[in-house]
């Protein structure tokens, strides 16, 4: 099946510093790709909506300018958490969808943010 | 927009037995489900989808669910829970070619000895 990496899987960081996130499908090119976010014992809440060579759009609530997402290729989209703050603390998860017609998201293996 | 609704954030059945967890969705057009699972500090893996086709949909590990445009339900069942089982399950839905996918809140399925 399709594969999607993320990387890292897991950071740490200090309050203020920006960490970005990246989201790679490896075998299949994505036009669109998703950015969701897990708190523990929660369910994933989709952030933003990313395709390739437009600007992502962002779910109700969700700052645009916090997170900074770039889809610059078909196999690879970015999310920079700007000004981290322990508050932004989560699993973050991206999933790549097929370009081609088939209703099918591959999802990544998620990355632990932590900030101090 | 769509949802679903995930009855019962925690089920516990013992080894064995029969494994039910519920979803009920909400859609405006006929809707794509699935279920994905998801082990502790992973990702989500898809156990099985629903696309219009079959109503009754096989996954993998032996689960399957049935779709029941009556009750707007796509509950998961599984014959014989295993230990190996027990993980967080997700219940989503899109909408048609709509690619965006709304996660239900989970329920985290125990497997007792």
């Known amino acids: 099946g399709a594969v999607v990496s993320q990387h890292p899987s897991w950071v740490i960081c200090k309050s203020g510093t920006s960490v970005k996130i990246e989201c790679r499908s490896l075998?299949?090119?994505?036009?669109?790709m998703f950015w969701y976010r897990q708190f523990p014992k929660q369910s994933l809440m989709l952030m933003a909506t990313?395709?390739?060579?437009?600007?992502?759009?962002?779910e109700q609530g969700v700052e645009k300018d916090k997170f900074l997402i770039n889809h610059a290729s078909l196999t690879l989209s970015t999310l920079t958490v700007t000004s981290a703050h322990p508050e932004d603390s989560s699993f973050y998860i991206c999933?790549?969808?097929?370009?081609?017609?088939?209703?099918?998201?591959?999802f990544g293996p998620g990355t632990r943010l932590t900030v101090l | 927009a769509q949802s679903v609704t995930q009855l019962g954030s925690h089920v516990s059945v013992s080894e064995g037995a029969l494994v039910l967890l519920r979803c009920n969705y909400s859609?405006?057009?006929?809707?794509?489900l699935f279920w994905y699972v998801q082990y502790p500090n992973q990702g989500l893996q898809l156990l099985l989808k629903?696309?219009?086709?079959?109503?009754l949909v096989k996954g993998i590990n032996g689960f399957e669910a049935e779709f029941k445009k009556s009750e707007t339900s796509f509950h998961l069942t599984k014959p014989s829970a295993h230990m190996s089982d027990a993980a967080e399950y997700f219940c989503?839905?899109?909408?048609?070619?709509?690619?965006?996918?709304?996660f239900g809140a989970g329920t985290r399925l125990t497997v007792k000895p």
């Open positions: 999933s790549a969808h097929t370009s081609g017609g088939r209703n099918e998201q591959f």
């Open positions: 075998d299949f090119q994505a036009t669109t």
């Open positions: 990313s395709n390739e060579g437009s600007k992502a759009t962002y």
């Open positions: 859609s405006s057009v006929p809707p794509y």
């Open positions: 629903y696309t219009s086709a079959a109503t």
């Open positions: 989503a839905v899109s909408e048609g070619n709509n690619n965006d996918m709304r």
